[in-house]
């Protein structure tokens, strides 16, 4: 795992729900919040991927998940 570059002392298991929206285009999702999210869950996700994402990149910042908080 080292050799990947994975800071990881085991390994992770995390178990998403697939979207294909388009060839082109899968939306990945936490598969318990797929099992819940609500219409405004929803409408907030596209709004935020639209211009967030996709259309505003320089708001991408670059820290991981695993930096997420750290000061």
């Known amino acids: 795992m080292q050799r990947l570059g994975s800071d990881f002392g ?3 298991k995390e178990e998403f729900t697939a979207l294909q929206l388009a ?3 899968l939306l990945f ?3 318990k919040k797929a ?3 609500t219409r405004q869950e929803a409408e907030d996700i596209g709004r935020t991927v639209t211009t ?3 259309l505003n990149k320089e708001v991408i910042s670059g820290v991981t998940r695993e ?3 750290k000061d």
């Open 29 to 31: 999702i936490d598969k």
């Open 35 to 37: 099992e819940q999210i």
């Open 23 to 25: 060839t082109w285009l």
């Open 67 to 69: 930096d997420y908080g």
């Open 52 to 54: 967030k994402a996709l």
């Open 10 to 12: 085991s390994v992770i």
